[in-house]
């Protein structure tokens, strides 16, 4: 069936995946998760998806529109979660500095990582957030309670699988006695060489007392974990500590960019020809530069596909006294001790309708054409009858 579209952009991920679609699918097995990623990115906000014919009741203006289909990969999609997630955030955090740290897992283990997604995942959250909150409660560094914003992020630049987790850290944390807000130095309160140590050594414990319980398996070139893991320790990981982030609106600008951003975005987009794709990606071993990557349409498919999480798995994680079960007592104490006030949600109780007239500063259901009338909204089948 051919489909309509609504469209943004000139070149967008939805024509990648139907340029290839046949053959995609044709020589690679894609699993129940990603192949509705794949169906709902190509139909999103055409035909395919059902849609609306909106009426202006002033002059009789006519606009047709389709559904979105909001699944959490799509690059269309994810504008008003962000928002609305971020404005929920305000009043979650602590309003101090923070800390952006990102910790890594080398190469080698990007194959058992893909084999064992919804484990893997969960160990690293878990292996980061233990090293943190050690490190952080650690005399000779902070010696403090702290927390984390975690997000994670399976993705480099040009696609590839590299699973890392960006987090967000409060500078400073809850004396032990809970009585006193210590603050951290300018520069991250421990050593990231340090927290790399701490983090390698509590990921692969993890992860070999899952293989003791057979819930994980090893990727056919490691026998055993014994080889794996002697490669692992011969190995600097990398934790990266950026410069530190003043005051709560910046924090949330800059998580803003993090929390629900998807592979790649439509606008990275330039070409689409000859069964190639040409993007945009950054060049963090050139500065950052912008470069030109092409590659097949086939390929770059493939690609993202490797990104699409578990079913019901959740990126975005509490730790510490940013966690759910400390919002009233320890994140509360520590407000109390820094004595400034929170920011309040401006979106809460409000429709996503509410929220978009917001933040695009005007009523979405203004007449567009006349500017006086409201386009009244029926839907395509009940307006053809």
């Not at 500095?97 to 080698?108: A, D, G, K, Q, T």
């Not at 994140?331 to 109390?336: G, K, P």
Request: hydrophobic share 35%; glycine share 6%.
């Amino acid at each position: 069936m051919d489909k309509v579209f609504n469209k943004r952009q000139t070149a967008e991920v939805a024509d990648v995946f139907l340029s290839c679609s046949e053959d995609f699918l044709h020589n690679n097995h894609i699993c129940h998760q990603q192949q509705k990623a794949f169906n709902d990115i190509i139909c999103c906000r055409t035909s395919q998806m059902g849609g609306h014919i909106s009426t202006c009741n002033h002059c009789g203006y006519k606009q047709q529109a389709y559904n979105s289909c909001h699944n959490r990969h799509c690059p269309k999609c994810q504008f008003l979660k962000q928002e609305q997630w971020v404005d929920k955030l305000k009043g979650r955090l602590i309003p101090v500095r923070y800390f952006h740290i990102v910790f890594s897992v080398p190469h080698l283990l990007s194959q058992l990582f893909y084999i064992n997604q919804k484990l893997c995942y969960k160990l690293m959250f878990e292996a980061s957030s233990i090293a943190l909150q050690r490190a952080g409660r650690n005399p000779r560094f902070l010696g403090a309670d702290t927390g984390a914003v975690a997000v994670l992020h399976t993705w480099g630049q040009t696609l590839s699988y590299h699973p890392h987790i960006h987090m967000l850290v409060p500078a400073g944390g809850l004396s032990e006695d809970g009585m006193e807000w210590t603050g951290s130095p300018k520069k991250f309160f421990v050593p990231v060489k340090a927290l790399s140590a701490m983090f390698r050594g509590i990921l692969i414990r993890l992860i070999k007392e899952q293989l003791d319980k057979n819930t994980i398996r090893l990727p056919g070139e490691f026998p055993d974990f014994t080889a794996l893991q002697k490669r692992l320790y011969e190995k600097n990981w990398n934790v990266y500590s950026k410069k530190a982030l003043t005051g709560v609106n910046s924090v949330l600008d800059y998580l803003g960019r993090y929390t629900h951003r998807v592979a790649i975005s439509n606008n990275r987009i330039t070409r689409i020809e000859n069964g190639e794709v040409t993007f945009r990606y950054k060049n963090y071993r050139k500065k950052g530069i912008q470069q030109l990557l092409t590659i097949s349409c086939t390929e770059f498919t493939r690609r993202f596909m490797m990104h699409i999480l578990p079913k019901g798995f959740y990126k975005i994680r509490y730790y510490g006294i940013l966690a759910t079960a400390n919002i009233n007592t320890k994140r509360q104490q520590a407000i109390a001790l820094i004595g400034k006030s929170i920011l309040l949600p401006r979106f809460e109780g409000l429709n996503a309708y509410e929220v978009y007239r917001i933040l695009r500063g005007k009523d979405p259901a203004r007449c567009p054409k006349c500017n006086i009338g409201i386009m009244v909204r029926y839907a395509l089948d009940e307006a053809s009858g």
